[in-house]
């Protein structure tokens, strides 16, 4: 199966300092990647040693949201010859290029993503920047790469397993399977070109270091549990490790908002965000401990060296910056997929050729289509031609990563998520959200409109804090006009792609009718409304792609349903006999059925809501 190949760095043109191409060998959300030097001449390389001969499937490109470089060419070679010079670049065989996109669409706030699956074979990688794109905020002409990761597998593998049966085809053959057989399409879990998200690079980038290798002992102890059919520890694992990506991008952030705050010479705010930090931590691992999830040895914290790849002829490094203590394991991880959902973020997948995944929906960046239109490419030389890299079902398309903020970027770039304050709201979002604005603050409701998805949970989070302590002598205008523009947040939030948003705006949701609406004894009437507004939102996410997130949105239609506010309403129980569309999902007419069944039970044909005409129908 492929996975993710480590590499040193042997060679680069040149960097900025502070920004030494080293730094590509580490991912983690607090990296700074390479940057070229200021007022620099194109184009720019840097030569990358993979620990292995390999045959790469995959490569992924993080760009930076402004030092953009036009297009980025890939060369491959078995060796490196013993001097670098010009005449001997034909050592290197082109694979080809892919074009950027200038950002301008984001107002150069987002980072791209690009992925790019190729079929090559060698040990060394190089990387070739064009001239940047520019822009007002690129003062010196510089380009930049954030992160990037290799995925592959080793060479013998590779070719050995193209020619010989595997154990799974034999099998597959034994009992009669076709493997071209569209009802098993995407579903069979043990194919060799699947990739672990584990082994994306959005994972690293968003993930403590820590806790990533928590997961990954884990994601091991559960393939192991599933080989042996310990299902029901493997169910556990699973859930674990769901729990602890989440946990895992909320330590990632504080460390941003810490490092932050330690350039900004803000050492109070860095205190507070280190024992936030370390407080966090201990909690859930606690929890871990408690469920026997926790092996000892993962809590030893070692600082990993980088490895040191010198090369004769290759550019002195000595007098780089000190790099990030949190280095890429030596060894390459080969966890397979999490079953039900990968890292569930804005950039959880790109969309890929010959694969298909979805785009990011929170942007619609500028596409490769735009520069290169598929007429013009078929006129262009073999080696001129751009290589396949991310589309979406008919467009092509890139998904793209939030902006890390550095000291030096906040002077003169616009504001990112990742400094803890949500960019400013756009004048069509300030128009939708005015009433809301009124009652809550036009910070509170930039948070919930944030591209950045920690904004978002935090203010569905801070909502609820501030309902919670709300005064029972507060007037009953007043407090009908929060619980409305909270409704109106969480109707937002229940569409949210991201898991932890979506769980928080459940949480607030079952607060207000629950206790909000009782405590302030405001009546049925804004208990119908709260239903009645949230309801077809949360339907709808019965018929989620992913299980979990289905699983959680039924589970909560029925606990609501059952709760003593809510059920003399019978509103659920009438939306859900409700016929469905010819076209709707199948994942949303299960759920509906299992609903209607389950709640049934529970609530009869007895003034409930439910009639056996209306069921049966």
Known sequence: MPHKIGFTVVSSSGHEDG???????????????????????????????????????????????????????????????????????????????????????????????????????????????????VNKYNLYGQVALVAVNIIGDPADYGDDSMSSPSREKLID???????????????????????????????????????????????????????????????????????????????????????????????DLAKKKKEQMDDYRLKVYQQLELHDLLDAQLLIRKPLELPLGSVSGTECLQNSPPEPADAPQGEPQRAEPVLEEQLVDPTSSEPVVPYQSPLSPRSQPTTSKEVFSKENIEFLPYDERPLPTVCKQVDEAVSYLEPEVTGEDMGDTPRTGNTGEPEPLMEKALREASPVVEVF?????????????????????????????????????????????????????????????FQASLKLLKMIITQYIPKHKLGKLETSHCVEKTLPHLLSRTGDSSSRLRLLASTFIQEIALCPEVKPLQIIPVHLVKTLKPNSPTHLAISHVELVESLLVAMGTENSGFTINSVMK
């Open 441 to 501: 603050g036009e910070t509170l409701v930039s948070g919930a409109y944030s591209r950045t998805w920690s904004c978002r949970e935090d203010a569905l989070l801070t909502v609820y804090k501030m309902l919670m302590e709300v005064s029972v002598d507060t007037p009953k205008e007043d407090l009908r006009n929060m619980l409305r523009a909270a409704v109106f947040l969480v109707r937002r939030a229940i569409k949210d792609t991201v898991s932890s948003v």
């Open 173 to 267: 053959h034994y009992l009669g399977i076709k493997l071209d057989d569209p009802a098993l399409d995407g579903t069979y879990l043990g194919k060799r070109d699947s990739i672990s998200p584990l082994d994306d690079l959005a994972f690293d980038m968003y993930q403590d270091p820590e806790v990533a290798q928590i997961i990954r002992r884990l994601d091991e102890k559960k393939r192991e549990a599933v080989r042996l059919e310990c299902y029901d520890h493997a169910k556990k694992l699973k859930q674990a490790i769901a729990d602890l990506q989440k946990v895992g991008e909320r330590l990632g952030r504080y460390e941003v908002e810490k490092r932050y705050a330690v350039e900004k010479e803000d050492y």
């Open 19 to 133: 920004f030494s191409a080293r730094e590509l060998m580490v991912h983690a959300p607090t990296v700074n990647g390479w940057r070229s030097p200021r007022l620099c001449q194109y184009p720019q390389e840097i030569i990358l040693q993979l620990v292995e001969r390999c045959r790469i499937r995959k490569l992924q490109l993080l760009a930076h949201q402004y030092m953009i470089a036009s297009k980025i060419e890939f060369y491959i070679s078995e060796s490196l010859p013993e001097y670098f010079a010009p005449y001997q670049s034909e050592r290197f065989q082109r694979l080809g290029y892919v074009p950027l996109s200038d950002n301008e669409k984001t107002d150069f706030r987002a980072r791209e993503l690009k992925s790019v699956y190729l079929n090559a074979v060698g040990q060394y990688l190089k990387l070739i920047f064009h001239k940047n794109y």
